[in-house]
């Protein structure tokens, strides 16, 4: 079978059970397209000899209930691996072997799945181009020298370059949902303390979360089933009920009430997407359900609070790269010297620039100014969604405002880049669950993404009204193959 | 301000200075499991061998917080008379050191968990009640050996991520003297609660030494420096009688004195000056964004302070109360929870008719002189309060003399002998047949004639001769009234 | 609000990471137009607004206090960049 590649989850997973795909077939297919996607540059680690072996495993003695039987699959390298080297893309963590699994990946291979290996990323997750990593570039299988988003760049490049037929991205910022939006996939960043934490690099903790991405809607509901569990040993995992997403799946949104929000329409933001908001608005309405228009005052607020909340806390979260325990270490005359060499050397620039940001707005004489401002300011952001959430019963905005850049387009000029999650970021710093779906393409002919935003732990509702727009949207990926060798 | 003849002062040339003193005392927080992680918290094992991925900070590691930890910190500060805070918050302390893997130190900062408090001290010329400001529960840092290699510090991180309450005093102390008091009241303290064993040597209790001085009567504080970490109550003292003179010193040269982290030097006995520290001073405190705020209800502290054992200054008063001993007494004896269960297990196997009087003179006396000689701790005592209490009964109904008594003791200390049976196998039982000592003295005054004369003439001195003769000729068992009543009769 | 070359120093030192003068002087133009942005939120009066600490809309959970973790100091070592088999090993620290 040729196209097993092009194949959607839900399909691969039916010709397992049916006998008509084995584990190895699946797995070999994948394996050989990686091997000639070597210009897309998405592995930083691949495993490929070990999955085969797995596939094999599976193979002899299939369980056919699980729900990944036998199914490999890429994950970003934000993940710890037991046994196989995570990066999370920078050179400081080049040589880090964990001898641990994050409880998300676990949850994965415990439904049958087989790692294929670790996707490319901004280093320490902190980009929206991908260009930050260590370990180079990633290509938009879109079109030649296109970033294909970040932080999640291999993730979504990989997925949309049929290299893996779902991956896991983390969301800090709309890590998952811009490269979604990017590269024409399904992108979900859940509620704040719906998967684990644990196992996951840390970029900054009161805003990572992990999430699915996937070609449709539905093997997206699947996944976010598989890996969102309660776990103890996050101390902010929320133990609620959780659904059988995929189960519930439902097109049916008569008469849910969706806002749109008239602060998301900012200044300078390109006619195309306009025009592909008001498309989404009459997806929804011929779905049955009725937009209201809203107002969240604070959105313009956003950015900035999230540049002081997420580099103060990643300032913390990345003292542990000290060269003491793991990882590179520069020669140093003393410990000092050795801690600043090593931080110097083995984080990149944008890392360093995000550290010192944070440093800066936490140290004494700032805290006020700063920090405790933009917590308060991200309290009045999450008051803005409690009030919108009073009206309706999810909001529906774009998902970027603009489609994917050219690479080196944006990398002089941070402020430029941090714009590009300015409809994202609202999200996460409220800890709400936001799903992009593709919806169009511009004039380039470049996809374009909406976003839904849910209510905390709505996430059925947010995946059924993607669900029923993706019907009405019918959008095709195009993807050539250029890269081909 | 205190008039008394204890008071502390340092005197130079027309001026007397006062020392203020204010401790942050780190206590160990007794518990199996460190507080944010399943590591075990046992004294003295194999380098890293108990630490985990958390506490090593690997990568994707979260803390998740021991609920025991919490309710040792909750029942010290009901110990320390504090007011429990129902809503706390754990921070981030960020700085670099070797042994500090995380690069920060979970510690709570703008809301602890305990808040104002206060204990009393038992000082030679009255009580003092000291202030307490706070009581917080913080993460203890790993070990760095700097001298096992010419190059290289070795880190060992298995003390890394153990509880510790770092409770903060008010500058209230005045005096080497208070600060061993106050130190020895907090161990005390939390020994009776269970909550820190309280082993300096083993670093379970450590402290920061705050010292300023100014000019007596003077009411502002002068600039204070921290003497960081000492580990006994002898170096803390020491360290204060130093810091206290230099800065006096500086004061009196016109200089002025640094506001700065001390370190004291042991062998040389001075403090200096810890520069290495100083440039990172800026410690940048947040919520841990890890973490959630921790909340607690009024039923999570009631449940504790229904479950209290008596503290030491109400055990002090029920032995002053019931047992009529005095405050000196009972003070002795409740100070190390040991030495009270010690000693009311002796009164319990005493019953009834017992001598309170001798049992505590037994205790303070032959045992603690036992103790003191042998190194040994009161948990460790070679004879068992059952065993002196059968003692104490012994010479209380006049079965053994309190001379004989002390030779048994000696006998009891070989294995906690019953001394029941050492009077009985060795015969020492007091002789209390009045015909057999009426024999005894018809003997003596026979061989005395003379003497026995002299004294009915008047010398009436001869009378201790006679009786020392007595005693002599039954081998010290005889009993030593009877011995009185018979010689006055037949003299 | 302008960070200049001192501050950033200071930052430097604090995060140690070292910065020489010309990716300094790079660094304070980045941080100040970073910061020129940031700025926005003086617009906002928040002087009654309660800081929101944690998004989590649940309470701190409490662990038993039990040892689950063994012995697996070979793991935690294995990765440290200096080798010994029972210690980490860090350039000489003088006090
Ligand atoms: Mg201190
Ligand atoms: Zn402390």
């Known amino acids: 079978m040729s196209d097993i590649t092009k194949q959607s989850l839900t399909e691969l997973v039916e010709n397992i059970k049916n006998k008509n795909l084995s584990s190895t077939d699946i797995t070999k297919a994948f394996i050989e397209r990686s091997e000639k996607s070597k210009e897309l540059n998405v592995y930083i680690t691949d495993d490929f000899t070990s999955a085969l072996d797995k596939a094999k495993k599976f193979d002899q003695k299939p369980n056919l209930d699980l729900k990944l039987p036998g199914i490999p699959m890429a994950v970003k390298d934000l993940f710890c691996t037991k046994d196989v080297k995570t990066t999370a893309g920078s050179k400081i963590l080049n040589n880090f072997v964990p001898t641990y699994e994050s409880t998300v990946t676990e949850n994965i291979w415990n439904e049958g799945a087989i ?304 714009l590009n999650d300015i409809f994202t970021v609202p999200v996460n710093l409220a800890g709400l669950p936001g799903i992009s779906i593709p919806a169009g393409h511009d004039s380039k002919g470049y996809p374009l993404g909406l976003q839904i935003i849910g209510k905390a732990f709505d996430e059925q509702n947010i995946l059924n009204i993607a669900f029923a727009m993706e019907e009405k949207i019918n959008f095709k990926n195009k993807i050539t193959d250029w890269w081909i060798e | 301000m205190s008039k008394n003849s204890a008071e502390y002062l340092i005197n130079r040339k027309d001026n007397q200075y006062e020392v203020v003193i204010g401790l942050e005392v780190h206590a160990q927080v007794l518990s199996e499991s460190k507080l944010f992680s399943t590591s075990a918290t046992k004294f003295g094992a194999e380098p890293n061998t108990q630490v985990s991925l958390v506490d090593a900070a690997f990568p994707g590691m979260l803390p998740v917080i021991n609920e025991f930890c919490i309710k040792q910190a909750i029942k010290t500060g009901i110990g320390l008379n504090a007011k429990i805070n129902k809503r706390s918050v754990f921070d981030r302390k960020n700085y670099f050191y070797a042994d500090l893997p995380q690069g920060y130190q979970i510690s709570q900062f703008k809301d602890p968990i305990v808040g104002e408090g206060k204990v009393i001290l038992d000082m030679p010329d009255g009580q003092k009640e000291v202030g307490i400001e706070r009581l917080h529960l913080e993460q203890d840092a790993g070990k760095s050996i700097h001298d096992l290699d010419p190059q290289n510090t070795f880190v060992d991180l298995n003390r890394s991520g153990v509880a510790l309450m770092e409770i903060v005093s008010k500058p209230d102390l005045r005096s080497p003297d208070e600060v061993s008091s106050y130190i020895k009241k907090l161990r005390s303290i939390m020994r009776y609660l269970g909550t820190c064993d309280g082993n300096m040597q083993e670093g379970s209790l450590r402290a920061d030494v705050n010292v300023s001085v100014r000019i007596k009567g003077s009411k502002e504080f002068g600039t204070r420096c921290e003497i960081k970490n000492v580990n006994s109550i002898k170096f803390m003292q020491m360290a204060i009688e130093y810091e206290a003179n230099r800065q006096v010193d500086l004061i009196e040269e016109g200089k002025s004195i640094d506001q700065e982290t001390r370190l004291f030097d042991t062998k040389k006995n001075e403090t200096r000056s810890m520069r290495s520290k100083e440039d990172a001073h800026d410690y940048r405190y947040f919520p841990d964004p890890d973490l959630l705020p921790l909340e607690i209800s009024d039923k999570f502290i009631n449940d504790l302070k229904n479950n209290i054992p008596e503290l030491p200054d109400d055990k002090k008063k029920r032995f002053i109360d019931e047992f009529k001993l005095s405050p000196y007494e009972a003070t002795i004896l409740v100070s190390d929870i040991d030495t009270a269960k010690y000693f009311e297990e002796v009164v319990a196997k005493m019953g009834k008719n017992r001598d309170m009087k001798l049992a505590v003179n037994w205790i303070t006396g032959e045992l603690f002189a036992v103790l003191n000689n042998k190194n040994l701790e009161i948990s460790q005592s070679p004879v068992s309060a059952k065993n002196l209490a059968i003692l104490v009964n012994l010479i209380k109904n006049g079965t053994i003399s309190g001379k004989i008594a002390k030779t048994v003791f000696e006998l009891m200390l070989d294995g906690d002998k019953d001394p029941q049976k050492i009077v009985e196998e060795k015969g020492l039982k007091q002789q209390r047949d009045p015909k057999a000592i009426e024999a005894l003295i018809d003997k003596i005054i026979n061989d005395n004639r003379e003497k026995a004369i002299e004294y009915k003439s008047g010398k009436e001195k001869l009378f201790g001769f006679f009786v020392g003769q007595a005693m002599k000729a039954s081998g010290g068992k005889a009993n030593p009234q009877l011995i009185n009543e018979i010689l006055k009769k037949k003299l | 609000m302008s960070i200049d070359l001192k501050t950033i120093k200071h930052i430097s030192k604090l995060s140690r990471i070292s910065v020489d003068e010309k990716r300094g002087e790079k660094l304070a133009g980045d941080l100040n137009s970073i910061f020129d942005f940031i700025e926005k939120l003086n617009e906002l009066k928040t002087n009654n607004i309660e800081p929101l600490t944690s998004i989590a809309e649940t309470t701190l959970k409490l662990r038993s206090d039990e040892v689950k973790s063994k012995n697996i100091r070979e793991q935690i070592v294995k990765n440290s960049p200096q080798d010994n088999e029972d210690y980490f090993v860090v350039p000489k620290v003088i006090e």
């Not at chain 1, 089933?225 to 439902?250: A, M, V």
């Open chain 1, 115 to 418: 790692l294929l290996g670790k996707l490319n990323c901004d280093e320490f997750a902190m980009g929206s181009s991908n260009e930050t990593s260590f370990f180079g570039n990633v290509q938009n299988p879109i079109d030649k020298n296109l970033v294909p988003g970040g932080s999640s760049g291999g993730s979504a490049s990989a997925l949309a370059g049929q290299l893996t037929p779902i991956t896991i991205g983390t969301d800090t910022g709309g890590s998952i949902r811009q490269p979604a939006s990017f590269t024409g996939t399904v992108g979900l960043k859940p509620t704040y303390g719906s998967c684990s934490r644990y196992g996951i690099v840390a970029f900054a903790s009161s805003l990572d979360q992990a999430g699915p991405m996937a070609q449709n809607v539905k093997d997206c509901a699947l996944l976010q089933e598989i890996i969102s569990t309660y776990d103890p040993k996050d101390s902010t995992s929320i133990d609620f009920k959780r659904n059988q997403y995929s189960k519930k799946l439902n097109n049916n949104i008569k008469g849910k009430k969706i806002g749109i929000p008239k602060e998301y329409r900012v200044d300078g933001m390109p006619k195309e997407i306009e025009d592909l908001w008001q498309k989404g608005i009459q997806y929804v309405k011929e779905c049955g359900a009725k937009t209201i228009d809203i107002s969240l005052p604070h959105t313009s607020y956003a950015l900035p609070t999230y540049y002081i909340v997420a580099p103060a806390e990643a300032s913390s979260n990345l003292a542990r790269y000290d060269g003491v325990k793991y990882g590179f270490r520069a020669k140093g005359e003393n410990l000092i010297d050795m801690y600043e060499k090593t931080r110097s050397e083995g984080f990149g620039a944008e890392v360093q620039r995000r550290i010192m940001i944070g440093t800066y707005v936490l140290s004494s004489g700032y805290y006020d100014a700063y920090y405790l401002k933009a917590q308060k300011v991200r309290k009045l952001i999450k008051n803005d969604f409690d009030e919108a959430y009073k009206k309706v019963d999810a909001i529906l905005t774009p998902s970027t405002p603009s489609s994917a850049f050219k690479i080196g387009e944006k990398t002089d000029d941070p402020v430029s880049m941090y």
